[in-house]
């Protein structure tokens, strides 16, 4: 492993040609913990120059003073530059990559560095990035570049949305019509679909559009993320969102009010149905095989209940169970599905919806409307993650006049000003915040250069405050820090909003 760094670390440092004269640790996103800088400059040393030293002594008295959780130290680093040569302290494999990320940062904005210390680690443990790729598929390719922009930015969590109403996009082999049917349309783009009637094709019919990842794609997205300490967690949409998987699989939607035929063109599953259960568990115990992530993410969100309120299944359910509303209804499913997960050693994360009619026992929440349910669920002693609309949404403007971008505005400076702990969290519950995550929903975002362009500098912001101290944020250095990254984008061939245009919107 030792070696294998030294072997990266010197092909990308010979690699770089800096967008700008100097850089040091002041220039870096996150912004490192502590650093000091010298007048002094250097460059990043040869392999042989490199002293890595892991789980010594000296580096836990670096960072005694700091108390830092066991999650904390595992990631923490200390990085030493000097004429010499370069020497990195970590009490993990995993503080090593991140103090690397800080040297590879530095030199991507020059590789004239100033000579410095940094002693870093990170304030959550959740630092995220959402991507939707039903909406529109985005070939593996595409996700392996995004992983890289992570691990530079020190992010650890990738939330791969995979399936949705106009795509399942993973090989289930018990249910093979989800991708030789569902990940098939008759327009690639989201919105021409929609505009078209919303008709899936089978993947051999001439002008299929499309795609999803077979199990040796999850493999190898999986391999790539781990070597970058990034842990992939999958999110399988139920009871809502679910178009797809009934235009394949019919017997999932509910029965019409006189219980003679399942629905049509409808979203949601059918929670009366104990068939729906089998489904899902049987989709679920393919995924666990495939993802050895802590966490399973079950999506809960935006289930219609009306259908529900008729379906003579779901009735007898309700019924059976003791359930007073639909909600419950809702809740019944996510706790059985849960309690499916927990048996299998995982844990389910869920959209912030699953607080209605009573939370999961172990839930995680995923707070999106806003941050109240995130509160909420706090205060019941869950764990939650904070992604709300208002700031961490990325399909959002940057600007007024965004190519196709859905409104409200959110330009850079909003994403940055999130905070997720607040007066509404006491004192003793902050341990319950888990962290942050930007989500890329794709309706309107097809192309990768345009994915990319929402995502940065954006996603910039949110890594910011997954890992730096609270007291070392501020709007404009990090604008500074984030027009040079941008530079390195450019050299490193990715796309990006250009900073500046924000401006005329007074922002
Ligand atoms: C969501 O945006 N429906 C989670
Ligand atoms: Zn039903």
């Known amino acids: ?31 490192p913990v502590k650093y000091t800088v010298s007048d002094a400059l250097t460059r990043l040393p040869e392999a042989g120059d490199i002293d890595i030293v892991i789980g010594k002594k000296s580096f836990f008295s670096r960072i005694k003073r700091f108390n830092l959780e066991p999650w904390q130290v595992k990631s923490a680093y200390y990085l030493e530059l000097t004429p010499e040569g370069m020497r990195v302290e970590a009490a993990d494999q995993e503080g ?88 098939w349309r008759t327009k690639d783009d989201w919105q021409d679909w929609i505009n078209d009637g919303q008709r899936f094709l089978s993947q051999d019919d001439p002008g299929a559009q499309g795609g999803f990842y077979s199990k040796k794609d999850i493999a190898e997205i999986l391999a790539y993320a781990s070597e970058r300490h990034i842990e992939v967690i999958p999110e399988i949409e139920m009871p809502g969102h679910n178009f797809e998987s009934i235009a394949a699989y019919p017997f999932l939607s ?17 929670p009366g149905n104990e068939q729906v259960y089998d489904f899902l568990e049987n989709v679920l115990s393919e995924v666990f095989e495939m993802f050895p992530s802590k966490y399973i993410h079950i999506g809960g969100d935006e ?36 309690k499916f997960v927990n048996d299998h050693g995982k844990t389910i994360i869920g959209w912030d919806e699953i607080l209605e009619g009573g939370l999961a026992p172990n839930a995680t929440v995923m707070s999106w409307r806003g941050t109240e349910g995130g509160h909420k669920a706090i205060a019941e002693g869950h ?58 929903w794709t309706e309107f975002v097809n192309q990768w250069w345009h994915a990319e362009m929402m995502l940065y500098p954006r996603l910039f912001a949110v890594a910011e405050t997954g890992w730096s101290p609270r007291m070392e944020k501020d709007y404009s250095r990090f604008r500074t820090r984030a027009v040079a990254l ?22």
Not at 13 to 28: K, Y
Not at 99 to 127: E, T
Not at 492 to 503: D, I, Q, T
């Open 254 to 270: 509910c029965l019409d009010p006189e219980g003679k035929e399942h629905l049509k063109n409808v979203q949601e599953l059918c």
């Open 96 to 183: 090593v990559f991140y103090a690397f990320q800080s040297a590879y940062m530095m030199n991507f904005i020059s590789p004239q560095i100033h000579c410095c210390q940094i002693l870093d680690y990170p304030r959550f443990r959740h630092r995220g990035m959402m991507l939707d790729v039903s909406r529109n598929f985005q070939p593996v390719e595409f996700v392996k570049r995004q992983l890289d922009m992570m691990a530079l930015l020190k992010m650890n969590k990738f939330h791969f949305h995979l399936v949705d109403h106009p795509g399942w996009r993973i090989q289930i082999d018990k249910y093979p019509l989800l991708t030789s049917f569902s990940a």
């Open 1 to 31: 492993m030792r070696n294998r760094f030294i072997v990266l670390a010197a092909a990308m440092f010979a690699a770089i040609v800096g967008a700008f004269g100097q850089s040091g640790p002041g220039d870096i996103i996150p912004t």
């Open 486 to 507: 941008n530079k390195v984008l450019d050299y490193l061939g990715y796309n990006h909003f250009p900073l500046g245009a924000e401006e005329k919107d007074g922002n």
């Open 383 to 440: 764990d939650v993650i904070f992604s709300p609309t208002q700031c961490y949404y990325l399909d959002y403007q940057q600007a007024s006049d965004q190519y196709r971008a859905v409104g409200p505005l959110q330009p850079l400076r909003q994403t940055y000003s999130f905070e997720p702990i607040d007066e509404n969290i006491a004192p003793e519950n902050v341990h319950h915040v888990l962290g942050v995550q930007g989500n890329l």
């Open 303 to 338: 289930a219609g209940k009306g259908n529900w309120e008729k379906c003579p299944v779901c009735q007898a359910k309700m019924k059976a169970e003791g359930l007073e509303n639909v909600e419950q209804l809702q809740s019944y499913l996510v706790k059985r599905m849960e």
